[in-house]
């Protein structure tokens, strides 16, 4: 494993490790299992009536999907990284790199981010951490983001993950501060990007007053980064990351409550298939990002097999939709639907 100053082999130890499930939450799910549509018996739509397009950050998306920020910095973060941007490209999609630290850190990797010749017109997140941006200027992070020529920059909280990771971050202090700034300073709008912990309504709260409109949830129940980081430490992080494993709020209930605290979200932790698309949206998402599943598919079979397993994620919600007798993705969240178990408690129900 890298050692903590080692950016560029932490990344590939993070690319070996989610190219498997090793890395998924234990015990704890997305609670999107706990949204159940009203099947319509009489929908009076044909399939191809059935529109998923949708806008998000002033661009449509054909489809409600972002193919969410995971790698950059090595070689094959590159390759990976223009390969899923051709494909959002091709499919209509939004799409997100991973952490530029790396980039700050070694200009010299900036090629690896560099996905906008092969993704014109893809609505495009450059990525940097919270508590990085903090100590940078801001012209620092402009810089970043024009190098790349993203529409927008993710900012990531990842506290959690930072506790865990061998060299990471302790002092998580001026986060909000840092939103507020960027959010004033920056000139593209600020995504507010957890790391697979979630977002609560406090969290929610203190970003919508620092100017934050669209918040990536990234909840539990999908990829557990502090797991990714237990199994690259040793000693008392590793037993405290065995201990935390599981820690933070499910997908579900952070799209509940990011929307109720009156923001978009991106619905991103564990979202798999196509109906969990559906009932993401349902619960008020714009869109659901999908990350390490498209990574192993891409990885276990090229694009090919990456666009496969797309085409089963649309096809599915499509399929949805129509027998929730929902046209649009607007028609979707006012769909009836029941909530059930520990996803009622979370929505105070």
Avoid at 2 to 25: F, N, Q, S
Avoid at 78 to 93: D, F, P, T
Avoid at 139 to 145: A, F, G, I, N, P
Wanted: aromatic share 4%.
């Amino acid at each position: 494993m890298a050692g903590p100053d080692d950016i560029g082999g932490r990344k590939a130890d993070h690319l070996d490790l989610c190219a498997t499930d090793e890395v998924a939450y234990r015990d704890r799910t997305t609670l999107l299992e706990h949204v159940r549509l009203v099947h319509q018996s009489l929908p009076d739509l044909a399939l191809d009536d059935v529109d998923t397009s949708v806008e998000l950050l002033g661009k449509t998306l054909r489809a409600p999907i972002v193919i969410a920020g995971m790698t950059g910095g090595t070689e094959r973060a590159g390759e990976v990284n223009r390969s899923l941007a051709v494909i959002a490209q091709k499919r209509g999609y939004a799409f997100g790199l991973g952490s530029q630290r790396a980039m700050e850190r070694s200009p010299d990797t900036a090629w690896t981010y560099r996905v906008r010749e092969h993704a014109p017109d893809v609505l495009l997140f450059g990525n940097v951490g919270v508590v990085q941006a903090r100590e940078w200027e801001t012209s620092v992070v402009r810089e970043l983001v024009q190098a790349i020529g993203a529409d927008a920059l993710c900012l990531h909280m990842n506290p959690a993950m930072e506790l865990i990771q061998p060299g990471g971050d302790r002092d998580f202090r001026g986060g909000t501060e840092t939103f507020a700034r960027l959010v004033r300073e920056l000139g593209v709008p600020v995504i507010a990007k957890e790391t697979g912990n979630g977002v609560s309504t406090e969290t929610a709260c203190k970003l919508y007053d620092a100017g934050v409109r669209v918040v990536d949830v990234s909840g539990a129940g999908g990829t557990s980064w502090v797991g990714v980081e237990t199994l690259r430490a040793e000693g008392d992080a590793h037993e405290l990351g065995r201990a935390l494993w599981d820690w933070g709020i499910p997908t579900a209930a952070s799209v509940h409550l990011v929307t109720q605290s009156g923001m978009t979200a991106i619905a991103t932790g564990g979202i798999r298939t196509g109906h969990d698309v559906a009932r993401a949206l349902a619960l008020g998402a714009t869109a659901a990002g999908i990350a390490r599943h498209v990574y192993m598919a891409l990885q276990d079979g090229g694009t090919a097999a990456a666009e496969r397993l797309l085409d089963g994620i649309e096809r599915e919600l499509r399929a949805v939709m129509l027998l929730s007798g929902a046209r649009t993705i607007a028609e979707l969240k006012r769909a009836p639907r029941v909530i059930t178990g520990e996803l009622r408690a979370w929505m105070g129900l």
